[in-house]
Structure formats: structure tokens, C-alpha cells
């Protein structure tokens, strides 16, 4: 079993805490009395699709640090 770095996990706590900050903010502005505004409910429709966004950043900054630790290995070999 490979040995992780935890440096390159603690990257992806950001991208994870803004989009637990979204989700909260989401749920914040579906109150009643943000329902009068269009701009609120544009907000909240592309909600999901920045969150989406977010994953796949974070799929990408986690794929290149495995690969970057693929070569670190193959190097060491």
C-alpha cells in the first residue's frame, strides 16, 4: 500500500471548505425573504454548476499530484 503525503492532501481543504460555505450559503438565501429577488435566484440556479466546477478542480489538482508522485516513485527506482 503507497504512503501518502498529507501535504498534498491538505491542498483540496480549501476548494472543500468554499464549497461547504456555497452549500450553507444556498441554504441561507432560500430564505423567505430573498424570494423577491431575481438576482438571488440567478445566484442560487448556477450554485450547482460552480460547485461542479469545484470537483473537477479538485479531480485535477489530485490526479496531478498522483502523477507527480508516480514520477517521484519511478525516479526513486
Same mark, same amino acid.
Given at each position: 500500500?503507497?504512503?501518502? @503525503?498529507?501535504?498534498?492532501? $491538505? #491542498?483540496?481543504?480549501? #476548494? $472543500? +471548505?468554499?464549497?461547504?460555505? *456555497?452549500?450553507?450559503? =444556498?441554504?441561507?438565501? $432560500?430564505?423567505? @425573504?430573498?424570494?423577491?429577488?431575481? #438576482? /438571488?435566484?440567478? *445566484?442560487? &440556479? &448556477? +450554485?450547482?454548476?460552480?460547485?461542479? =466546477?469545484?470537483? #473537477? $478542480?479538485?479531480?485535477? /489538482? &489530485? ?10 516513485? @519511478?525516479?526513486?527506482?
Amino acid at each position: 500500500m503507497k504512503n501518502h @503525503s498529507s501535504k498534498k492532501e $491538505l #491542498i483540496l481543504l480549501p #476548494i $472543500l +471548505l468554499v464549497v461547504i460555505i *456555497m452549500c450553507i450559503a =444556498g441554504h441561507f438565501l $432560500l430564505q423567505a @425573504s430573498f424570494q423577491d429577488s431575481n #438576482i /438571488i435566484e440567478y *445566484m442560487l &440556479a &448556477a +450554485l450547482p454548476f460552480l460547485m461542479f =466546477g469545484f470537483v #473537477i $478542480l479538485a479531480f485535477k /489538482i &489530485a490526479s496531478n499530484s498522483e502523477d507527480k508522485e508516480r514520477e517521484e516513485q @519511478s525516479d526513486k527506482d
